[in-house]
């Protein structure tokens, strides 16, 4: 069973609960943080940027039993500068984090009360979808098992054993 911290268990007592996800993505040279509100939001020492509902985080599931697992995260309303961009990211097997956060409805800038873990992995797969309004990227992010099936690239020569 999940154990959830002091913050959490207060906050979600409280008569008004304001929840937000939180996502981490560590790009190579450009680690990306973004939470499902509007405007900035500081928490842990970083600043983390609004999405609002231009983005979409797909079913995170828990397991009892030790299991392989994914989440898809998409963003909408990408201008095809910014998709080129995201083209040239570099993200395969880099580490991936999401975070279910209760806010203080209290506070104007929505200070984090608890913040959970949910989901730690890499980012696995990047799939496109261009449109001419507006495109759209959904990344794949697998937790630790789910890189385990992935190739390696190495080849059953004499070379790559030695290697290993």
């Known amino acids: 069973m999940r154990q959830l911290s002091p913050g ?15 996502i981490h993505l560590d790009f190579a040279g450009d680690p990306f943080r ?5 405007g900035p ?12 509902d231009l983005g979409e985080v797909g079913g995170i599931e828990e ?10 995260l998409r963003l909408n309303q990408i201008p095809g500068t910014a998709l ?11 580490a991936a984090e999401i975070y279910l956060a ?10 984090p009360l608890g913040v959970e873990l ?3 992995g890499t980012m696995d797969t990047l799939k496109l979808d261009r449109r001419p309004a507006a495109s759209s990227f959904t990344l794949t992010l697998a937790n630790e098992l789910a890189r385990l099936r992935d190739s390696w690239g190495l080849l059953y020569t004499h070379a790559d054993q030695q290697r290993l």
């Open 8 to 22: 959490t268990l207060s906050a979600i007592a409280a008569d008004t609960v304001v929840p937000a996800l939180m």
């Open 34 to 38: 973004a939470w499902s509100g509007l």
């Open 41 to 52: 939001l500081d928490w842990n020492g970083h600043t983390w940027q609004g999405v609002g």
């Open 63 to 72: 397991y009892s039993e030790i299991r392989a697992g994914t989440v898809d």
């Open 84 to 94: 080129a961009d995201a083209l040239s990211l570099v993200y395969k097997r880099r």
């Open 102 to 111: 209760f806010l203080d409805p209290t506070e104007a800038s929505f200070e």
């Open 118 to 120: 949910l989901f730690r």
